[in-house]
């Protein structure tokens, strides 16, 4: 069973960038797909972007196309997701999460992913 955690997350103003980790114990993560979701006060849980096995496919929601990047370090078993040009609406906790799925594919399906870390808070100020 594989536990992730997530940290980074922050109050700050509109146009700031932070860099969100998602460190992974009890297993490996080199084979799977990770992901991140966000959810805001009030609306389900959203996909941002995920990125396969080896970093070579990732795939990105449209609000945040050209200003987040998701990264991946085997060996620090651990995710990344860079944000630039934060804006008020990328406001909500945001959640790594690891694909159930094998394959040279990235996924988006909330049900593709099988564990989840516990979230970070990120508040955009305008």
């Known amino acids: 069973q594989v536990q992730l955690v997530e940290s980074g997350g922050g109050l700050v103003q509109a146009g700031a960038s932070l860099r969100l980790s998602c460190a992974a114990s009890g297993r490996t993560l080199h084979v799977h797909s990770m992901a991140w979701f966000r959810q805001a006060p009030g609306k389900e849980r959203e996909f941002v972007t995920c990125i396969n096995w080896n970093g070579a496919s990732t795939s990105y929601a449209d609000s945040v196309k050209g200003r987040f990047t998701i990264s991946r370090d085997h060996a620090k078993n651990t995710v990344y997701l860079q944000m630039n040009r934060l804006k008020p609406e990328d406001t909500a906790v945001y959640y790594c999460?690891?694909?159930?799925?094998?394959?040279?594919?990235?996924?988006?399906?909330?049900?593709?992913?099988?564990?989840w870390g516990q979230g970070t808070q990120v508040t955009v100020s305008s």
């Open positions: 999460a690891k694909s159930r799925l094998y394959g040279s594919m990235c996924y988006r399906a909330i049900g593709d992913f099988d564990s």
